[in-house]
């Protein structure tokens, strides 16, 4: 998602005001894991400026041009934590919050903490990696040049993770029964044609990472340091993903614009 030029202390806003009731909402019911509950807040305080940074959103923005051909490196990490405005901060953290409560209830604290660094630097990565191979393949110097910040790169490598591991969990869309192994590729879609301002490329490349975790390399050069801990009933048990968004809450994502 393109991020606006404004930046400075913001003021609590009615996107952030829902957001902290679903947090003190699911918390009050299941509660949060601590590694999801830092993140959530962290990225909460760093968009409301409390948490100074000597930059703006645009200064850490990711693109082809701004972080690899211009060497600022920084934009590989940051770029994932900023947000454009408040309702793209809102529907990323619900997202994330619903995904990595059982994500680290699952790995453990200390590992989910280590996915999520590495799904973050990796995204940003394969995010560039992708927009270089389309701007050359198409001849469309658009890609190279287009700047985006958000989670929702990791999140998307985060339903890869989920639909994997708890594949018996219900997937609807306006009645439409979609199965686990199809339904990141249809929310794909969907995002895509709610909000055409979407980072296509973005999701595609946390749906990559997640992919090569799952049935690729990553997972394995991953376990070169850290190893998931072994699933136990008490953090494996079912998992039901959220169905997919009501009408109500289309015509509010058209109004938003996503990374």
């Not at 199809?182 to 709610?194: A, K």
């Not at 009933?233 to 997919?244: A, L």
Request: net charge positive; aromatic share 16%.
């Amino acid at each position: 998602m393109r991020p606006n030029r404004r930046y400075g202390e913001r003021q609590p806003s009615f996107a952030i005001l829902l957001l902290l009731h679903e947090m003190f909402r699911t918390a009050n019911e299941s509660g949060i894991p601590p590694v999801t509950c830092c993140f959530i807040v962290g990225q909460i305080l760093l968009f409301m400026r409390y948490i100074q940074v000597p930059w703006s959103v645009w200064d850490v923005c990711i693109s082809v041009d701004k972080a690899f051909w211009s060497k600022d490196w920084k934009r590989f990490v940051f770029s994932a934590f900023e947000h454009a405005d408040d309702w793209h901060l809102y529907y990323n953290m619900v997202s994330f919050l619903a995904k990595g409560r059982t994500l680290e209830r699952r790995f453990g604290s200390k590992y989910f903490l280590y996915l999520l660094i590495v799904f973050t630097i990796m995204t940003n990565i394969t995010y560039v990696t992708v927009s270089y191979a389309l701007s050359e393949l198409l001849l469309d110097h658009s890609y190279s040049r287009t700047c985006a910040v958000g989670f929702s790169g990791v999140i998307f490598a985060l339903k890869v993770l989920t639909t994997h591991y708890w594949p018996s969990g219900g997937h609807s869309f306006m009645g439409i029964s979609i199965t686990s192994k199809y339904v990141v590729w249809s929310e794909l879609i969907l995002i895509q044609l709610i909000s055409p301002n979407a980072s296509f490329v973005g999701h595609l490349s946390g749906i990559i990472v997640g992919l090569a975790y799952i049935h690729g390399p990553l997972k394995q050069l991953m376990d070169l340091v850290a190893t998931p801990p072994y699933p136990t009933s008490d953090n494996f048990q079912s998992f039901h993903q959220p169905s997919y968004p009501d009408l109500d809450t289309l015509r509010n994502l058209r109004r938003q614009r996503y990374r």
